[in-house]
């Protein structure tokens, strides 16, 4: 009887271990807490069907550098078609730490090329909205109606004039597609499952409380609605002003650069000769150019890659053309899509060895982050104990709607370069937290242990998010924190630091304003 109730104290008292040894690995990120769903087949751009990869949850670093990167894989993950579930780390914290504000940058969704292929038909896609077409969301229908009372919203000038939906049947270069708008639909809905416990933005949110801006482009316009709209469904339109970025660095009035503009032109001399070098590259050129009658110097300028990973993103065929008696005449292959998709894969390698790109990097996003800093601190001050409320609250929530040559470069300066370059509709965000504050019995009870504690009442906290996992700790001014340690968050201080000091290290200076001016040695 006695060894009987051993045993069945230890099964208890195993259970219970496992339990919170699960819960642990749960909160560091070790294991998913979503249910990993197998992804349906897709058409191949070459007619067959294939199999994306069956996790739910997409990796933002690569794999180890020991596996070669499949080039296909890769673009398939780029064109992010929305047809799995997909989990989100954005909302988590220790218990009772309170979320103060968000901040989120966002790629555009999905959209149509920018250039054309000549000698080729563009690619037949329809860029109206219909919940009859797939993709297609719950909200969908919806956000078609919100959309249509825009004109009770403040615009900056001139977002009041580009059009508030996608509406051609035959997309115009450049325009989101449906599928792009139900990216954002879901990105903005899971971030408001995300956060609704929080009670980040109250029902009766005031206009001060939301920030939204976005460039000059239809695309960025659209999705940053769409996003909204998942995010704040049926949303106030006379509490919404949406403002206009004209730089996609959104540098506000500190975009005036030099140093900058000479990384940029050492990089992009860098990637050219990069690219001269590489002869299974020429070859592939010279044979695409000799399938579809044309000079090779005249494909190069086209920009092939962006017409057929559209393709491959929406399951069409690779382009042909008609037999010639030239001698040309056929289509375009997966294979030779590989080899420029595998040149541009080699290429950010290069990049991060070279570190032009990262110099060029830092001094193009400072302005943002410093912006972003200055927010937090603002938001900070206002939740001091003993402070009266500002009236209309704080910003709490901020929507930047970019693009690929916006986010790029912030991932480099917070030092996340091994991340994979932003994907359609991709979203890095960034969390302000702080701790609760100790009960009286809690203060002494700390104040009696032999080690003082390192978790101060009311101290700050900062999370970085991208497409939706915890890269806090792989960021340059976390990554010597031990987040293992009695606080496993990271410190706002460190990244206030980072911002307004540390991060021009790498140019050899201490001020933006000295790394831009600098003349060079």
Known sequence: MLARNRFLLLVVVGGAALAIISLSLQFLNLIPTTPIVEEQPFQAADGGVGVAQGKSRKRVFPMPHTQEPNPISEAYGYCNTPNRTEQAWEGHSPADYKLLSVQVMIRHGDRYPLYSIPKTKRPAIDCTLSVSRKPSHSLLNSFISHMGQGGRGHWESPLSSVPRLPNHSACEMGELTQ????????????????????NLLPSN???????????????????????????????????????????????????????????????????????????????????????????????????????????????LSFPCVPMADTGSGGCLTMA????????????????????LYHKYAILATYPYLNRTATKMERVAKGNEAGRQPRAGGEEVFTLSSAHDVTMAPLLSALGLEEARFPRFAARVVFELWKSPPMTQGQSKKRAGKAEKSKVKDGELFIRVLYNGEDVTFHTTFCR???????????????????????????VNASSYQEACYRRPG
């Open 205 to 315: 949110w005031s206009p001060r409380q939301v920030w939204v801006e976005t460039t000059g482009k239809s695309r960025t316009l659209q999705s940053g609605l769409a996003f909204l709209y998942g995010f704040l469904t049926d949303f106030d339109w006379t509490k919404l002003t949406v403002h206009h970025q004209w730089s996609t660095l959104f540098c506000g009035s500190a975009c005036d650069c030099p140093a900058r503009n000479r990384y940029l032109e050492e990089e992009q001399r860098r990637q050219y000769r990069l690219r001269v070098a590489n002869t299974e590259l020429e070859r592939t050129y010279a044979d695409m150019a000799r399938t579809l009658g044309l000079p090779t110097r005249q494909l190069r300028a086209a920009n092939p890659i962006d017409s057929l990973l559209c393709h491959l993103c929406h399951g």
């Open 179 to 198: 599928t792009g708008v139900v990216q954002h639909l879901r990105n903005g809905q899971l971030l408001h499952q995300a956060y609704k416990r929080h």
């Open 480 to 506: 010597p924190h031990d987040r293992h340690a009695s606080q496993p968050l990271c410190p706002l201080k460190n990244f206030l630091s980072f911002v307004r000091r540390d991060m021009f290290s790498v």
């Open 336 to 355: 030779q899509f590989a080899v420029i998709r595998r040149q541009q894969l080699d290429d950010e390698v290069d990049r991060r060895r070279a570190g």
